[in-house]
């Protein structure tokens, strides 16, 4: 599909669905059926097979028009486990999935970390065994973030324990909803529960439900890492009008008389940081990257957790004695969509931004990614190469 | 102008043409001939600082001096990036040359002159490398600043007074200099050897580019443009100066990344590489890091000069502080990396590091332009 055609498929879109007065679920089914989901993929996926550096179109032109959002619906499917089940997913997985996962009526959750294995994910001690046409899973995930309002989850899982770590993993769609699934929030130390553990006692999965070859579930993970880092990367670097707050911030805290010649050029210098991340973000989707991201992402993963973190630490020391005060720590199971519990307050945010640089991998293992995936250095040493997963320290 | 300078929309996204990158390849195989370590080092031990055979190769079989000048003045007539990215492959190899200097500071100035016949006259011999011009604007600490008096004279103008830190300045036949005339500071021409014209070379830490402070002492001199156009003539050519060197620094920045990586592969030291190690190897993805957001940063400038965007000076100030501290980090860490072979006179890591820092004092500092961009924000 050419441009002009994209463009006009939007607007029709627009024009039969006004986003502001249809449904955000009811406008995201319709936006699907248009083949303006992921653009680059087939119709039948929510595609229209048009060059994936057009996808920046789609989402510029509708967010102009004021449309919801996908990923503040669903953010963990949209950013990761869509473009898994693009890459990876059977047919009728696809069909089956996609679309729900798409509007938001069906929101995923990624079952990947576990109390053992959170940088070293391949480490992973949850077992499924195969039984006849089903799968019995048994084990602990921790970490993952949204499982309380989850239908569905990706999950990587062990198959063969007497294989090396990576090759005996098998990943899986999990119902959430099946017995032997228990949801339990993990309080944060911002006082949410964003994240939860989840429990998986006999919990059968029909082997339609796996995702790629028994034994291949690294690969099917790695896909959804990289997501990650992009999405991750993606959603915080790319602002309307990048380090805008930090300015106002600071004018603010000058008009009380808190400014100061340090203090203001640590606010330029952030601003130069978020603007050079917002065009990195750029350059990035317009080289095109988007359905097989490259480690470039982890780029713009790393900077921008990093650059989050000294902007609200930036923010809470301009409000001086005032910025010791928070909201209050009362346990808060956040909903969908987005932004609908209202804007964090500084203090709050500045506390949530700790885990920039934890999830969905932490700095360190990005500049492993880097260093080893980008530049070509060489591996760490690994004690744990070609041994069998069970014979693995741990 | 507030803050919402608009910063980055998709043709600004440093993505090059299949055009530009052959342009890219042609010129750094041509840099990769002529100017080897080998020739760096030998020429920046000259007076001259330059090997005139490459120069005249340059502009004669590439047409790189006048790549952004119009055709009609003699040049190729290619756009503002294009420049910078012939920029970028120099200072890749650091070629040591006037190129800086003629090519961006002097054309430049003449091309926002509004002077046509000036531009007719002076321009063709620039763009095809026989004129080597400079521009001399800095006062003593390096700010576009008084110090040189025009005065008017029945049979033309003389000027007095001294130029710092005038790139080239000993060495080029044509020096556009800044002087405060009557209705204010203009643009003047000197030519090399005009009465009252004494060039002291400064002995400076980047041997690959020289400088020289110029001191005229009634020394005849034409004017260029009107009298008193100076101010927005020398405001335009510095922000385009500024994006130009961060672009020639994106080079210096991917080849010291380059370096360190690949001394990271090879030297070993308790039986495996260091770049296994993590102190190291976390080092140089920092490195990356920096060099990719110079890359968006001095792309996106490159694009804006060329769109004559109302944005330049704010992203020009943007990328000459990032640019500038980027570039000196990584320098930096490559002389780390490399341990103790990376502190002889032997090894290149100092050619760039030494670059690397004087380019970030030129055309004002990363402190300076993020001060200028507070101001700019009304902070
Ligand atoms: C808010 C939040 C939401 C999350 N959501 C999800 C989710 O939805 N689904 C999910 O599966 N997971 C989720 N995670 C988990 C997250 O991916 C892990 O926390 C993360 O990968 C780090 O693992 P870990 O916590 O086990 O730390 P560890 O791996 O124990 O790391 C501890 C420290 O050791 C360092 N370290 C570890 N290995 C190395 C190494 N090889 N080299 C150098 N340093 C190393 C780390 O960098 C870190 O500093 C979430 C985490 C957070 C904070």
């Known amino acids: 599909m050419s441009p002009e055609e994209l463009t006009a498929a939007i607007d029709t879109l627009i024009r039969d669905h006004p986003p502001t007065t249809t449904d955000p679920h009811d406008f995201l089914g319709a936006r699907f059926d248009a083949g303006l989901a992921w653009v680059w993929v087939d119709r039948s996926d929510g595609g229209s097979k048009a060059a994936p550096a057009l996808q920046a179109l789609v989402e510029q032109r509708l967010t102009a028009a004021g449309a919801p959002h996908p990923g503040a619906y669903n953010p963990i499917g949209i950013g990761m486990c869509g473009p898994t089940l693009l890459a990876h997913g059977t047919p009728e997985q696809r069909a089956k999935y996609l679309r729900p996962l798409f509007t938001g009526e069906e929101v995923w959750s990624q079952l990947f970390s576990e109390p053992s294995a959170g940088s070293d994910v391949a480490g992973l001690a949850t077992r499924a065994r195969r039984d006849g046409d089903e799968w019995i899973l048994d084990g602990q995930k921790v970490w993952t973030s949204y499982a309380h309002l989850a239908r569905r989850g990706l999950i990587l899982a062990r198959t063969d324990p007497d294989l090396p770590k990576h090759q005996g993993i098998t990943a899986f769609v999990v119902d959430l909803h099946a017995p032997g699934v228990e949801v339990r929030p993990l309080r944060q130390m911002t006082g949410a529960a964003e994240f939860n553990e989840v429990f998986f006692d006999g919990v059968r999965v029909p082997d339609s439900d796996r995702v790629g070859d028994p034994g291949a579930g690294w690969r099917v993970g790695t896909t959804t890492l990289m997501n990650e880092r992009v ?56 080289g095109g990257n988007r359905g097989k991201p490259g480690p470039e992402g982890s780029v713009l993963k790393l900077t921008t957790a990093e650059y989050n973190r000294r902007a609200a630490e930036f923010q809470v020391d301009l409000l001086g004695a005032a910025g010791a005060l928070v909201p209050g720590y009362e346990v808060r199971q956040p909903t969908l969509p987005y932004g609908s519990s209202g804007i964090p307050a500084t203090t709050t945010w ?45 | 102008m507030s803050a919402r300078a608009t910063i980055g929309n998709s043709a600004s996204a440093g993505v090059f043409s299949e055009e530009q990158e052959e342009l890219r390849r042609t010129v750094r195989t041509f840099l990769e001939r002529t100017s080897p370590e080998a020739a760096v080092r030998r020429l920046m031990e000259t007076d001259e600082g330059y090997d005139p055979a490459v120069w005249k190769q340059m502009g004669e079989q590439l047409g790189l001096q006048g790549i952004h000048v119009p055709e009609e003045y003699g040049g190729a007539g290619f756009g503002f990036v294009e420049l910078c990215l012939v920029l970028e492959e120099m200072g890749a190899t650091l070629l040591p040359a006037p190129f800086f200097a003629s090519a961006v500071l002097a054309a430049e100035t003449l091309l926002l002159s509004d002077d046509e016949d000036a531009k007719k006259e002076l321009l063709p011999g620039i763009a095809s490398g026989q004129t080597i011009a400079t521009l001399a604007y800095a006062n003593d600490t390096g700010r576009p600043d008084g ?25 080029a036949d044509l020096i556009l200099v800044v002087a405060c005339a009557d209705a204010g500071p203009s643009v003047f021409a000197v030519e090399k050897g005009a009465a009252g014209l004494s060039a002291v070379p400064l002995s400076t830490m980047d041997l690959t580019r020289k400088q020289a402070d110029l001191s005229f002492d009634g020394t005849p001199a034409r004017l260029i443009g009107a009298e008193g156009a100076a101010d927005g003539v020398l405001d335009r050519v510095l922000w ?23 001394y990271a592969t090879e030297r070993l030291q308790f039986g495996r590489p260091i770049g296994s190690f993590q102190a190291i190897k976390h080092r140089c993805a920092d490195m990356l890091v920096a060099v990719e957001g110079s890359r968006s940063a001095a792309y996106h400038a490159a694009a804006m000069a060329q769109a004559d965007d109302p944005s330049l000076p704010v992203v020009a100030s943007m990328a000459k502080s990032y640019v500038g501290e980027a570039y000196f980090s990584v320098a930096a860490e490559n002389i780390q990396v490399h341990g103790g072979i990376g502190f002889t006179w032997e090894h290149p890591a100092h050619l760039y590091f030494k670059r690397a820092k004087a380019s970030q004092l030129l055309f004002g500092d990363p402190l300076h332009h993020r001060s200028v961009l507070a101001e700019r924000f009304g902070l």
């Open chain 1, 231 to 286: 999405s991750l990367g993606g959603a915080l670097a790319v602002r309307a009008e990048p380090g805008s707050d930090i300015l106002d911030g600071y004018r603010v805290a000058a008009s009380k008389g808190e400014g100061n010649p340090v203090r203001r050029d640590e606010a330029v210098r952030l601003w130069i940081e978020a603007n050079v991340n917002h065009l990195t973000a750029i350059r990035a989707a317009a």
């Open chain 1, 350 to 394: 500045f506390l949530r931004t700790r885990a920039n640089t934890i999830e969905g991998g932490t700095s360190e293992i990005l500049r492993n990614i880097l260093g080893e995936r980008v530049l070509g250095l060489p591996g760490d040493v690994r004690v744990d190469k070609g041994v069998a997963w069970k014979d693995v320290p741990r």
């Open chain 2, 147 to 171: 110090a040189v008096e025009a005065t008017s004279t029945p049979s033309g103008y003389t000027l007095t007074g001294t130029r710092h830190f005038v790139l080239d300045g000993a060495l």
């Open chain 2, 240 to 262: 385009m100066a500024c994006v130009a060197l961060v672009n020639e620094s994106v080079g210096g920045a991917r080849a010291v990344l380059a370096q360190a990586t690949r």
